[in-house]
């Protein structure tokens, strides 16, 4: 009789996986365990420039990076034109499985940045 039951709660539990599978599909199971599909960033500037994503410094301009998460991302671009620090920032939204380019072409007039 308690295998009988155990069986039981084996199946029931299999089934209850099923459903959660089937009414939310694996994408959440992949995110919780750090598997899902990463999104990737490629930057460029004119003139070369300082990039920084999220507060962290990735150095300068070309910047590729393709281990980041989907979701919006800050994206920081800087240099020094003539004595005068220029740059951009935004932020960027990162989709699943696809590289997002920003290419900025950056001057003193911040109305051509």
Known sequence: MRRFLNTILLILAFLSLVALLLRFGVGPIKNLLGLGERAGLSIEATPKASVSINGVDLGMTPVSI????????????????????????????????????????????????
């Open 66 to 113: 393709d281990s980041l998460s989907p979701g919006f991302s800050l994206v920081e671009i800087k240099t020094t034109i003539n004595g005068k620090e220029v740059g951009w920032r935004g932020n960027v939204p990162l989709n699943e499985g696809v590289i997002t380019v920003v290419n900025r072409e950056l001057s003193e007039n911040t109305a051509t940045a």
